[in-house]
C-alpha cells in the first residue's frame, strides 16, 4: 500500500515539474517574442536614421578621399616647387659675406616672379612647405634683427626632428635676450634642452642657459647648466672653460 501511494504522488509531482517548465517554456517565447517585437519596431521607427547615419559616413569617406588626393596633395606638390626660389634666397644670405639683408628680404617676399616664404604661408596653409616656410622666416627676421617677428613665426613652427626644433626654440630665446626680456629666453632655452640630447647642440643650449641665469642672479641654476656641460658633454667646445663658467656661479 505504502509503494502504490508513494508512485501515484511521484507521479503527480512529476506531473507538476512537466506542467511548471512547459508554463516556463511558453513564458520565454513569449519574452522572446515580445522582444523581437520591440526590436522590429525599433528598426522600423529609426531606419530612416539609420540609413541616413551610413550614408553620412560613406559621403564624408567619400569626400576626404576626393579631398585628399584632387585637392590636398597637388596642393602639396604645388608648394614644394614654389618654394624652391624662397629657399634658394636663403641659403645665399646664409653664406653669402654681403647684402644679407638683401637676400633675407628676398627669401621673405619672393623673387623673379616667384613666392616667398610669407606667399607660403598665405598661400599654401597646412603643407610641409608652409610649416618649414615659418622656419626659413623667422631665421630670416631674426638675422634683420627684428626680433618679435623672429618669435612670432619660429613660435608657430613644428617639427618631430630634434635638431631643428631645438634650434627654433633656442632662437626664439635669443631673440628675447635681444629683447631683454631674460626670464623669457630661460624660458625657452629650458624648452629647448627639454626637446633633444643631440651632443653637437645641447651644450650649446645649456651654455646660453647657465650665461643667462647669472644675468638674473640665480647663480644656483646657472650651476646646474655649468655643471652638465662638464660632466655629460665633457669633449664638447663648450666645456674647455667651464671651469670659470662654475666658478663664476659659486
Request: glycine share 4%; charged share 25%; hydrophobic share 35%.
Amino acid at each position: 500500500m505504502r509503494m502504490s501511494t508513494y508512485k501515484k504522488k511521484s507521479n503527480k509531482i512529476r506531473k507538476s515539474r512537466v506542467s511548471n517548465e512547459n508554463s516556463s517554456t511558453k513564458k520565454v517565447f513569449e519574452t522572446l517574442d515580445t522582444s523581437a517585437s520591440k526590436s522590429e519596431l525599433f528598426l522600423s521607427s529609426y531606419q530612416n536614421y539609420l540609413v541616413y547615419g551610413v550614408t553620412a559616413l560613406v559621403v564624408i569617406f567619400a569626400l576626404y578621399f576626393s579631398y585628399d588626393k584632387f585637392i590636398f596633395q597637388p596642393k602639396i606638390d604645388e608648394s614644394n616647387v614654389e618654394i624652391f626660389t624662397a629657399q634658394k634666397y636663403f641659403d645665399l644670405a646664409l653664406n653669402s659675406a654681403n647684402n644679407k639683408d638683401s637676400l633675407y628680404n628676398l627669401s621673405l617676399k619672393g623673387a623673379d616672379g616667384k613666392f616667398g616664404f610669407l606667399d607660403i604661408i598665405e598661400n599654401y596653409s597646412g603643407t610641409p612647405a608652409s610649416n618649414i616656410s615659418y622656419y626659413s622666416s623667422g631665421m630670416a627676421y631674426y638675422h634683420l634683427k627684428k626680433y618679435d617677428l623672429a618669435i612670432e613665426y619660429l613660435g608657430k613652427f613644428s617639427s618631430n626632428d630634434d635638431v631643428l626644433n631645438s634650434l627654433s626654440l633656442t632662437t626664439i630665446g635669443d631673440s628675447f635676450i635681444q629683447l631683454n626680456q631674460f626670464e623669457d629666453a630661460l624660458n625657452y632655452y629650458q624648452k629647448a634642452l627639454k626637446s633633444t640630447s643631440n651632443s653637437f647642440t645641447s651644450p650649446i643650449i645649456l651654455l646660453k642657459a647657465g650665461d643667462v641665469s647669472l644675468k638674473i642672479g640665480n647663480n644656483k641654476k646657472a650651476s646646474s647648466f655649468f655643471n652638465k656641460i662638464k660632466t655629460d658633454f665633457p669633449k664638447s667646445a663648450e666645456a674647455d672653460l667651464i671651469d670659470i663658467k662654475i666658478e663664476q656661479a659659486k
